[in-house]
């Protein structure tokens, strides 16, 4: 949505289309895990979570998912990159060559796997919850293949991620004493901490004046919706739309600001009425501050 706004000259256009690239190529892999998990089973109690966000002070970390049983709990990290894949156990440096020939030094997945080992072992002793920590880190690209690999590391494909959970597994002891992992899978989601970005303008370094106007059509995909009577109506494809406006005030709260003027909305949606603006936010679940055409209104928490 953000490169729907920009023109096709802006500096930033490039690098925010490999970032969207690797964003969905990331989500892609995520799913292709989710789904290879459904083959884990055990005659063992386990309880298997994605997606955890825990924080502890201004500590905060995200793990892909996380495998909870009787033995251990596995923090199981997806990564999607293709290419050969290089760990260089001399210098500590992780590196892909991909298809072209092209290589790019990136940084270690077992760093980021510690880190997070290393975080879930004190957030379980303040929580009082005696089990051990363990890891698997997955490349879920299907093109992926390991030209060099750590001796005995916990590093894996999305096929073979199955058999190494279970290899992890065994090497733990049966401890099933005093450990109810319902009781720990609701503290984990009780403390679950959803991530907060800033704005994308202020993250990506671009100047909001660089954002085309206009309410975007959700049929032909370009900011063509214009005001008409109670609704909007597409000036290319003719599709009318009465809550077009929705999508735009989430745009801008991601994009530019989390609090919105009269004046503001109507300069980003590109139409001129000041009472059709007002009547828009009022129908919106926003919180007003001020009076009159001092007000702001702002995403409630």
Known sequence: MLL????DQHPQRPFLERELHWTTAGIRGESRL???FCEFYTDEEFQILWDVSLKIGTWSVQMDGLLLTERCAIIIESKNINGQLYFDEKTGEFFRINPAGEKTVMEDPRVQLNKHI???KQFFQM???NLPVSGLIVFTAKDCEFASKPHRASICK???MIEYLLKILQAFPH???NIKLSKIKKIISTNQTPYKSSPLCAYYFIDPKDLQPGVYCLQCKSLSMQRDKRSWICSICSLRDPSAHYLAIQEYFTFVELEITNRKFRDFCGFGSRAV??????????????ESKACSYHLRE
């Open 34 to 36: 989710q789904k290879k």
């Open 4 to 7: 729907a706004r920009l023109k």
């Open 277 to 290: 603006a007002t009547r828009l936010l009022g129908q919106l679940n926003l919180e007003r501050i001020g």
């Open 118 to 120: 290393r975080f879930l």
């Open 158 to 160: 999305t096929y073979q």
């Open 175 to 177: 401890e099933a004493e």
């Open 127 to 129: 929580k009082k919850i």
